[in-house]
């Protein structure tokens, strides 16, 4: 454990945004998993919404600097693909 209240705050700090950042992620990944089985059950509507739905979230997530923007383009071009592969 730190000694000087610097140190003790940051590791606060870190935990805190640590906190924030898995909780970000997780809603992320939840957004992808609703797309992704919307495409599996062959809803096309259902996608679409959920998409949608889901590159707010990757695109907040990106601007809030928990995903490099090249990470969040490439979560949502394979979300938009599967969408747009659908008959």
């Known amino acids: ?10 590791i606060l700090v870190s935990r805190r945004n ?12 939840t957004a992808m998993k609703k797309v992704l089985s919307a495409v599996e059950a062959g809803e096309k509507d259902a996608a679409k919404a959920a998409l949608s739905d889901a590159k707010k979230v ?11 923007k090249n ?5 949502m071009s394979r979300i938009e693909t599967a969408v747009n592969k659908m008959a």
Do not use: P
């Open 58 to 68: 990757i695109e907040m997530a990106c601007t809030k600097g928990v995903y490099h």
């Open 1 to 10: 454990m730190a000694n000087i209240k610097s140190a003790k705050k940051r």
């Open 18 to 29: 640590q906190e924030k950042n898995k909780a970000i992620r997780s809603s992320v990944k």
């Open 71 to 75: 990470n969040a383009a490439r979560k």
